[in-house]
């Protein structure tokens, strides 16, 4: 990495984060998973743009032209469950390089077109360019919450509950047999599923919304750059100490037969699982683990936030571990420092 490149994405965000804002109903600007202003007097608009590039998020030996387009529209949709909001719009920016042919770039839009019927979302707008090498996909999406109700990474305090919704490391050991061995090569039945993780992530908004119907304090993130990176997230946002229980994190069914070294190293700095990490009040606890329950929803308490300065621990049986910031940061190469 040369000199002329930022050290650090969040530290490079952080430069350019103005210090005033000029529109009074802007709730919430740069800092959460997305912003966040007044809509009505019942809702608040919440809107957020990822982007997704040839190379750094895909080849076309790790994802189908249908993929991609799916993936890039859930990512996003991801970071409006992180806020405990619906979604309702989305506006596609595209890229396209010579080296993609009309059919693949359908492929694009009828993976974005699957994720956005099921959550009834409507596209609005986009742009389209050339490029010159790379294709390149961003996405702007538009969603909902009610007033007041928005779930914010600042929001955790000592003795909350921390809660996850489902297993992570899947999409990070598909990538590997991906970038091993390429999409078209056969797979287990294992294995497979442990592709379709990194090739179809499953935003969790029923999550989101539930969580925001509850009249809890609630903080929440998701889960595109790892658990132990988004944990550290809402350790800083709130400025508490997160810790995490190794025995109550849980490991996917398909890593039976894995190396575990290997497995945690996916868990805790894979990324890309796109789960929701969040963090409830301990009174609440119980209420929204009933609630999920009924709902079909799987949520598992991994831990306790504490006092103290921002940090992410991880216990286990006796012995304490500092985790680091690290999980993927773009600009200080793959799993790099955070
Ligand atoms: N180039 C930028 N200019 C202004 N704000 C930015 C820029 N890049 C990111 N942000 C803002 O910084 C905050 C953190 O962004 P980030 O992309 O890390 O969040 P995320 O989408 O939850 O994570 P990920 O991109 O890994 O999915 C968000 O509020 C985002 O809007
Ligand atoms: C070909 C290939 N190589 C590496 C990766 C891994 N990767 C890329 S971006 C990212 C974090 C989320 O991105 P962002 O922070 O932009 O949301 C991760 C884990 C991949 N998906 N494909
Ligand atoms: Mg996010
Ligand atoms: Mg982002
Ligand atoms: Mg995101």
Known sequence: MGDSMPKDEFEWIQQHTPAHSHQKRLEEGIGDDAAVYKASSFFDEVVCVDTMIEGIHFTKETMAPYDIGYKALAANISDLAAMGAEPSFYIVSIAIPPHWE????SGLYEGMAELGDRFEMDLIGGDTVSSAHELMMSITVIGRVETGRRLLRRNAEPGDVIFLTGPVGRSASGLKLL??????????????????????????VKTGRLAASLSARIALNDISDGLASESFEIAEASGVQMHLEQELVPVPDEFAGYDPAEYWEWMLYGGEDFELLGTVEAGSWEKFQRLSEAAGINVTNIGRVEAGTAGVWLHNQGDTEALEKKGYNHFSGKEGQG
Do not use: N, V
């Not at 970038?179 to 969790?204: D, M, N, V, W």
């Open 102 to 105: 009309d059919d693949e770039l």
């Open 179 to 204: 970038l091993e061995k390429g999409r078209h090569a056969s797979f287990s039945s294992i294995e497979q599923t442990l592709l379709s993780y990194h090739q179809r992530p499953e935003p969790q």
